[in-house]
């Protein structure tokens, strides 16, 4: 299999990606118009893995996204849906949560567009010359693999590998952004400890460089305290008991499918003070991590073999963004609502202006 190490290269990339959502928002701003956080995060995200797997843009503005959101969105919530057929196998003729029609239904269309890209890029490499210009990206490393091995990887493989990484990578994340920029606005006081701290490292109204990410652990602390709050992958990924086990008390029989409620840990009073409240101080000098996955308090990323293969990424992606849409802009909920009426449930709808 290629290296997902590929996911994490490309810094030069990502920057590209934050400026232009600074401009997005800045553009916005200047009208005063209200931005929907969570389509705009989208944007963002679909855009930065598109460039990642194919070097382009796979959404062009803000106001294409609703069909990408429709398909990606879909077929997410299908494939997190708890399917009754699982459990009783005579059910599944019925289809019951649909989730057999939303797969036939938009795995199709995102398969029709990878097909293009790959078929695009394979005449292009029949081109004399093409090692020159070619391209450092997902789809070509995934080629140069089928080029040289086609029982590795062909381009099946290559269209379900990218169905599996988008549908993976890009609703988790514009979430957590979502949910971050929610609790900042509902937390004044949070939002201005985010701000100071940018300022210091950053300099007033600069999007964050990779290389600063270190170098802010207030920032830090409130994107893991987002993942606890709102894990965007509540339940992991299912699992099944190879061997029949004890655990405090408790078999597990060999075979038996076991699910880890992530949402129910981080909510857990036995676990963390005040689990309702948003207190990124708890990381705060606190060596919880998601990063092996060990923590079993804490694995917003899963763990063991399993464990996100985007998390590098992600993380990094989070830091970029969130710091950046905090350090270049002041803002405020639409209408003039008040941090402390907010409904914390509804999509994020904020005004940006600009800090310099
Ligand atoms: C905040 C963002 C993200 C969160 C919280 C997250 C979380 C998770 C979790 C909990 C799992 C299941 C792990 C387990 O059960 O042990 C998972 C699997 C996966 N993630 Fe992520 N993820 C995020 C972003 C991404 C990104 C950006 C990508 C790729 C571009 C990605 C690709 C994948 C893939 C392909 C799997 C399935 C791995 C397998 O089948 O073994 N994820 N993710």
């Not at 401009?23 to 389509?39: K, P, W, Y």
């Not at 005579?90 to 097909?115: A, C, E, Q, V």
């Not at 089928?146 to 990887?153: D, F, T």
């Amino acid at each position: 299999m290629f290296s997902i190490k590929i996911l994490d290269s490309s810094q030069e990339l990502r920057s590209k990606k934050v400026q232009e959502l600074i401009s997005d928002v800045h553009a916005c701003s200047l009208n005063g118009e209200a931005i929907e956080i969570g389509r705009l995060s989208f944007k963002m995200l679909m855009n930065l893995l598109s460039n990642t797997f194919f070097s382009m843009d796979l959404v062009e503005s803000v106001g294409e996204i609703d069909e990408y959101k429709d398909m990606v969105v879909n077929l997410a919530k299908a494939i997190a849906t708890p399917n009754l057929g699982d459990v009783f196998p005579l059910l599944k003729i019925f289809d019951l949560h649909g989730i057999r029609w939303t797969s036939k239904t938009y795995i199709p269309m995102l398969f029709g567009i990878f097909n293009g890209h790959i078929e695009k890029r394979l005449k292009l490499r029949e081109e004399e010359n093409y090692i020159a210009k070619s391209k450092k990206d997902v789809l070509e490393e995934l080629l140069n693999i089928s080029q040289e091995n086609g029982h590795k990887m062909d381009k099946e493989k290559i269209k379900h590998l990218f169905l599996d990484l988008i549908i993976a990578g890009i609703d988790t994340s514009s979430y957590v952004v979502e949910r971050a920029m929610t609790e900042l606005l509902h937390n004044p006081d949070i939002m201005l400890k985010a701000k100071m701290e940018l300022e210091q490292t950053n300099g007033i109204g600069n999007p964050v460089e990779e290389s600063q990410i270190e170098n802010l652990p207030y920032l830090e602390a409130i994107i893991k305290e987002t993942l606890r709050k709102y894990p965007p992958a509540p339940f992991l990924l299912p699992r099944k008991a190879k061997e029949t086990v004890e655990i405090h008390g408790y078999i597990i029989p060999k075979g038996a499918q076991v699910i880890i409620n992530e949402w129910a840990i981080g909510r857990n009073p036995k676990i963390w003070d005040d689990p309702n409240l948003f207190l990124p101080e708890r990381f705060l000098g606190s060596n919880i991590d998601y990063v092996k996955g060990h923590d079993c308090n804490f694995t917003p990323f899963g763990g063991g073999r399993r464990i996100c293969p985007g998390m590098k990424l992600a993380t990094r992606m989070l830091h970029l963004m969130l710091g950046s849409m905090v350090n270049s802009f002041n803002w405020r909920l639409e209408n003039d609502i008040k941090p402390e009426d907010m409904d914390l449930d509804q999509e994020l709808r904020a005004i940006a202006v600009r800090v310099n």
